[in-house]
């Protein structure tokens, strides 16, 4: 956010520290206003027409902004991805806690993707994997709904859930 000389507008529409609007002024008048009051002049809509300045510590500014992103950024992750491998050989207790994890992600709200790799001789078996994944389906159906149907992608297939 530009402040002080670098706002390279002729006309600012100027909002002061308390909010309340000054109208609009040349950008020099604006710059001096601010400087008796002892604050800078910062640019805050630049796409307006026309731009709006606002009167405030600079540094205060750039500290609430990066809050403000911080927390954007924060809260853009609840629908991350979270993927677990499998093999067709996994044992029954092994698939049962990776699918109570997958649920509990799933309540989070994140997505989960299972991949199951298949190696060498086991290619012969996919029928093993869909069952497999078909199994994983029914006991997600209530925390999760499968986004697409099982996609194969070489030599593993891939199932994606969405949280309900």
Known sequence: MPKNEQIRVPEVRVVD????QLGVMR????RKAAEEKGLDLILVAPNASPPVCKFGDYGK???AQSKKDKE???SSKAGALKEFKLTPKIGKHDLDV???RASEFLVKRHKVKFTLSF?????AHTDLGRELLNNIKAQLAE?????????Q????????????
């Open 17 to 20: 520290e308390n909010g309340a």
């Open 27 to 30: 950008s020099l008048d604006a």
């Open 61 to 63: 500014y750039l500290y």
């Open 72 to 74: 954007t950024r924060k």
């Open 98 to 100: 990776r699918v109570k």
């Open 119 to 123: 190696r060498g001789r086991e290619m």
């Open 143 to 151: 925390v999760g709904l499968p986004e697409e149907a099982i996609k």
């Open 153 to 164: 992608e070489g030599k593993r297939f891939v199932l994606i859930f969405g949280p309900k």
